[in-house]
């Protein structure tokens, strides 16, 4: 008879199931034959065995075997135990494509809920959460987000991950028009005047001087369609003087939709704002 009949088993990840590497602990022996309870069976020293997904138990009968033909057997019950891993889900409300001017989504998990389960969430614009749902969660423009879901299982360490895409569609369409600059700022964006927007698809920018001499013009946009260049406070190259100076937009957007102006805060509703007016060019 063998001095040692034991085995212990180790066991591993693997993306189908657990992956058990088993040791073997007999002297003495020279082939083997492993049973297992899935019905399956191996006769190398120490077998890397592959256990289907789910909530079972498994024994193991290991045989050994010498030269002289003697062998002898051991017996463990329900050895393995497989326990299911999490499987991360998760729906995107109202659906995972809008359209602006609606920029929230919610994710709702539909992971099995466990309480030895955590979970970790990238929303693809620099937030996180480790929340089980994330509510009403807005991005601040348009674009493909793959928002990611981990979900540990802290009692065996094992996680899943699932990956959806939240998109916003449309053309964000907006234009705002500032009323001072100073060429001599600390602050890069106060150095010249230039309106900020996005979503356009045809734009003119005109300066005049208080004569309605025209000192600069512009169309040009860049591939999100808002306004590129702006006026530096210059007129052929010379400085212009500390004083109020007009500007005139005729702008459409993307969407088909003109511009209709500026509000600097007090138009009412249903009115149009204003495509010209005063900026204040400070020295």
């Known amino acids: 008879r063998f001095r040692e009949r034991s085995c212990r088993a180790r066991r591993c990840r693997g993306e189908l199931g657990s992956r058990i590497q088993f040791v073997n602990l007999t002297t003495g022996a020279d082939s083997y034959l492993w049973s297992f309870s899935d019905g399956t069976t191996s006769t190398e020293a120490e077998p890397l065995k592959n ?11 290991l045989v050994a075997y010498n030269q002289s033909g003697c062998s002898d057997s051991t017996i463990k019950a329900n050895i393995i135990t497989s326990i299911p891993p999490p499987i991360a889900n998760f729906f995107i409300s109202p659906s995972p494509q809008i359209t602006v001017p609606d920029y ?33 969660h807005k991005y601040a423009d348009t674009g493909h987000y793959p928002v990611r879901l981990v979900v540990l299982d802290n009692n065996t360490g094992c996680p899943d991950t699932i990956i959806k895409m939240a998109v916003i569609g449309g053309y964000p369409g907006y234009l705002y028009v500032p009323n001072a600059f100073y060429p001599n700022s600390v602050r890069n964006e106060f150095r010249i005047f230039k309106p900020v927007g996005k979503g356009l698809q045809d734009y003119r920018l005109q300066v005049f001087d208080g004569w309605g001499k025209l000192l600069f013009e512009t169309t040009e946009l860049d591939a999100a369609g808002s306004p590129v260049a702006g006026w530096d406070g ?12 007009a500007w005139r937009i005729v702008a459409h957007f993307r969407s088909g939709k003109e511009w ?14 204003i495509t010209f007016g005063t900026f204040t060019l400070f020295r």
Do not use: E
């Open 234 to 245: 210059t007129f052929k190259g010379q400085p212009m003087q500390q004083d109020a100076y």
């Open 260 to 273: 209709d102006g500026m509000s600097y805060g007090y138009k009412v509703d249903g009115q149009k704002g």
């Open 51 to 61: 256990f289907a997904p789910g909530a079972a138990a498994y024994s193991v009968k």
């Open 104 to 136: 929230t989504f919610s994710f709702n998990n539909i992971t099995l809920d466990n309480i030895k389960y955590t979970y970790q969430w990238d929303l693809a614009d620099g937030s996180f959460a480790a929340t089980r749902d994330i509510i009403d």
